[in-house]
Each structure stands twice: as C-alpha cells, then as structure tokens.
C-alpha cells in the first residue's frame, strides 16, 4: 500500500502565493510520475502539473509561468509552488503518484486533498 499526504493548503489573497507539498510513502519502488491536480464542486477533476522521474514537467494553460512543480525523489516528495494566485485558483488540490510497487506493478494513487482558497 502506497499513501500520499498533502500539506500546505489554506487562503491566500489574490496576487499571493501557496506552497503544496506531497510526501509518498509505503511499499514504493520507484515513483515515475507524480502531480497535482485541482477540483472544485459540480466540475471534473483537471490537471494543474506533473512532473516524471526524469524532470519534465506539465502545466496546464492556466497556471503556466505563476506554478512551478518540483521533486525531491530521495525523499519520494512533491512540490507546488503557487504564485500570483487568482480566484480561480480555488479548488480542493490532490497529490498523484503513479508508482511502481513493491510487487512490480504499477499503480495510481491519490492524496486526501487539500483547500486552496483565494479570496480578498
């Protein structure tokens, strides 16, 4: 079993900045890509970042140059530094690992979810 904890969430003012982070633990072999993505009431879940084992990175349209995702694979983490945040940045963010465990296979996982809340 493989677990992803969130932290970081809260409310910010339009024009600050949020940073999330992630911490994967459990029976983790390697993790090949780790995200973060957003979700608020009656909408799908959309993507905000991603970034591979290797580096490269993924942002949707809208956070691009104000959202920087990072990793810190020796400690199986993940970052999201949110910057110049809107109000439409309002959202419940979920951690994702796509993780090859202990067993050989590889899974998805998903985090609680934390609140970004953006308002003056």
């Known amino acids: 079993q493989v677990h992803l904890v969130e932290s970081g969430g809260g409310l910010a003012q339009p024009g600050g900045s949020l940073r999330l982070s992630c911490v994967a633990s459990g029976s983790i072999f390697s993790i090949n890509t780790m995200g973060w993505y957003r979700q608020v009431p009656g909408k799908q879940r959309e993507l905000v970042a991603t970034i591979t084992s290797a580096g490269s990175t993924n942002y949707a349209d809208s956070v691009k140059g104000r959202f920087t995702i990072s990793t810190y694979n020796a400690k199986n983490t993940v970052d999201l530094q949110m910057n110049s945040l809107k109000p439409e940045d309002t959202a419940v963010y979920y951690c994702?690992?796509?993780?090859?465990?202990?067993?050989?296979?590889?899974?998805?996982?998903w985090g609680q979810g934390t609140q970004v809340t953006v308002s003056a």
């Open positions: 994702s690992g796509l993780v090859t465990a202990t067993d050989g296979y590889e899974y998805n996982y």
